[in-house]
């Protein structure tokens, strides 16, 4: 039988980040790369402006 992982990233409140994931082109070969963060919910804006 399986057993379920449960993973908190911070005690209390629940959900107050995400997982973004953002497409970035690589300088050195030029493909695509994907850069993955955990953020704070208020912060996300802020991670696609860089």
Do not use: Q
């Not at 994931?21 to 696609?48: L, Q």
């Amino acid at each position: 039988m399986a057993k379920k992982v449960v993973a908190t990233f911070k005690s209390g409140e629940g959900r107050t980040y995400s997982k973004v994931i953002k497409m970035v082109k690589s300088d050195k070969t030029g493909a695509y790369i994907f850069r993955e963060e955990m953020v704070p919910n208020d912060a996300v804006k802020d991670f696609f402006k860089k």
